[in-house]
């Protein structure tokens, strides 16, 4: 394993920069900045170069995962881009086909017996007993492990019923609870040990509204605990609403990892101007370098910032100092969507 000091992720990077010998996204993605470094111990989760064939087809290709402990890492794809098989990897419940893997303090699958027991899975939804109560199926879970004392149990399954929520319906059977229940049930056998690190395989999958309310409330509470959870997820809107950090799949790559702010920062800003002076608003934007935008209305026009350097107040600037009469000027960044598409290179499933 490498000294992950070299290659702290504390801003975004992307494979281009993992990966120097791949370029295909290279314009997709700002160039890393220097970040504080960090040692091995800080993080969480970290590999190198993992990779796992099926046959021809590589369903993750040489990535490097980098997820500081304490955060709430969202692994983010769309469907089949190889969020799923990645987490089996850094279970243990698949074989990779090159590449190292560290969880917590130790290499897998070399150190899962020391390993996994402080780390907590949810993977592929929750296999749950239907006709035993939400505390009979805890009971169960806890019973098939053989590091718990049959002593402790009972109260081991309460405080974990306890922590998803779910005390009042522990007698009820689980194919009574919703869908959202379900999975809190599912997150509570995660539970059921003191764990330094969760891994939820799209914990929302499936889930309506409110179910999906209940379990972001309940990744935030255990975040809040000082747990590092990682959550994979196809939806944009929802890593945005949970996460701090995130990692984009692509195609079996990584194509970019880092903070949500700095995915927003590394797309290219845009100005709007409404002016009743369109036609010589739009000579002077082009004179600054800039690509003007009509939206079919004789007031309105807008361009990316696409000149390296070239800030909204020099734009406004330069509009005042040719006597543009401006009425609204309005700055804005790149949307996520937008950063999105750019780097998964095809239409991405932002609200679900
Ligand atoms: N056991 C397997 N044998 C052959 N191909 C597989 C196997 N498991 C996964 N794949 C393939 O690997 C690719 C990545 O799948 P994976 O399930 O990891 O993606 P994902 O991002 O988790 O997507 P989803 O959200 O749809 O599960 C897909 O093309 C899938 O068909």
Redesign the pocket.
Known sequence: MTDASSQAPSAWTSSSQLHSSDRRITGAVRTLRAGPRVSVGDYAIETHGLTKA??R?K??DDVDLAVPRGTVFGFL??????????IRMLLGLAAASSGEIRLLDGGMPKHARTVLPRVGALVEGPAIYPFLSGRANLQRFDAADRHTSPATRNARVDAALERVGLSHAATKRAHAYSLGMKQRLGIANALLAPRDLLIL??PTNGLDPQGTREVRHLIKSLSDDGTTIFV?S?LLAEVEQMCSMIAV?SA?RLVAQGTLDELRSGGTARVRVTTPDFADAHRVLSGLGLTPELHGRDDVITAELSVQGLLPESVNAALVRADVRVRGFEASGASLEDRFVALTGEGFDVAG
């Open positions: 099926f046959g087809q369903a993750v794809g769309p469907n089949g881009s190889g969020k799923t098989t990645t395989d799209e994979s196809h799949m079996g």
